[in-house]
C-alpha cells in the first residue's frame, strides 16, 4: 500500500534525492512547504503536490486532509537547515508521522535525548538518512574489518572535496550556528561511517576548521585517521578537474584505495527503502557522530605536529576569528 508523505525544505540543495526517493519506492507526496518559492523540481516528481510558503497553511492543509477526507499522514521528510531539524522532527511526530530526517540529524548531541522521549511519547520513528552505511564498498570495508584481526590497528586517511561556489557561504550554510560548519555539514555522514565500522573516538585532534575546509587527526577503537575535508575547488587534484569534475571522494586504508567514485545516486532511494521495512537508522544509530562533529567544532585547534592530513599544506583560505 502507498504511503502517504510530506516534505519540508522543498527549494533546498538535498531535497530532489527525498523527492526521487518517495517516486522511486512508489508512495505519495500530499504536500510541501519552503519559504523559498523556486520548487519547479516538483514537476519532474510529483506535479500535483500542494505546495505552500507558510507552515500555518501547511499545517492547516494536512489537517484538512485528515479531518475531512480521512487522509492519513505517515511520514514527513525534513530538508531544511540543520539547526531547524529537531523543530520540524517534533511537528512529524506530534502530528502522528514518522521522520525522515537529512543529515545531520541534530547539531548537539544533547537535542538527541528529548526526541528520544517524544518520539516514545507518539509512538512513531525517527528515521536519519546515513547513506554510506548502505554503499557496496563500505558495507564490504565493515565486513573485512569485522571479520579481520581484532587487534589490528588500520591506518585511514580521510579526502573528501564537494566544490561549492560563493552561494554556499552566503547561505545559512556558511554560518557555523546554523549548519555546524564543514565537518558536520558535508562532514558527518563520514564520520558515522569510521565511527561505526572502526569504533568510538578515543582521541580528538582538530588541525583546521574554517569557512572552505576542515582537517584532523582521530584515534579510533580499530584506526588512526587522518582527514580533511573541503568545499574549495582549489583543492580538487588536477587529474579531476581535467575530467570537469568538481568532486573527489578517497578513502586509503593501510594506504590501499577504497573503491569510491560511484553508487551514490541510488543510496537515498536505497535508504527509503529500508526505513519503509521499519529497518531505518534511528536517533541512537546516530548519536555518536552528532557527538564526534560537536566535538570536532569546540574543539581548539592544534599546530601541525605529528599525523596530519597531507592535504592541509595545500588549503590556503582564511579561517574563523
Known sequence: MKKNFALIGAAGYVAP????????????????????????VLDSYFPDTDFFVEFERFDRHLEKLKRRKGIILDYVSICTPNYLHDAHIRMALR???????????????????PL????????????????????????????????????????????????????????????????????????????????WIFGGATENIVHKHDLYNASGYLELEKARVRWFLSIDYENIPESVKMKNQRTYRSILVDGKEIEFSSGFTELHTKSYIEILKNNGFGL????????????????????????????LNRSKKVQYT
Not at 502530528?95 to 548531541?109: Q, T
Request: with cysteine; aromatic share 8%.
Open 17 to 40: 534525492k527525498h523527492l526521487k526517493a518517495i517516486k522511486e519506492t512508489d508512495n505519495n507526496l500530499l504536500a510541501a512547504l519552503d519559504k523559498f518559492d523556486s520548487v519547479g
Open 284 to 311: 541512537v544509530d546516530a548519536k555518536p557522530s552528532i557527538q564526534l562533529v560537536h566535538d570536532i567544532r569546540n574543539t581548539e585547534l592544534s599546530p601541525l605536529r605529528g599525523e596530519y592530513h597531507p592535504f
Open 116 to 195: 528520544i522521549e517524544i518520539e516514545a511519547e507518539c509512538e512513531r520513528k525517527v528515521n536519519t538518512i546515513l547513506q554510506l552505511r548502505l554503499h557496496h564498498s563500505i558495507v564490504a570495508l565493515k565486513k573485512m574489518v569485522d571479520e579481520g584481526p581484532k587487534d589490528k590497528i588500520y591506518d585511514i586517511d580521510l579526502t573528501y572535496l564537494t566544490s561549492r561556489g560563493s552561494w554556499y557561504n552566503s547561505s545559512w550554510k556558511g554560518e557555523i550556528g546554523k549548519s555546524g560548519g564543514i565537518a558536520t555539514n558535508i562532514g558527518v555522514h563520514f564520520f558515522d561511517m569510521l565511527l
Open 95 to 113: 502530528r502522528g508521522a514518522n521522520a525522515i530526517c537529512e543529515k545531520p540529524l541534530v547539531l548537539n548531541p544533547w537535542n538527541i535525548e
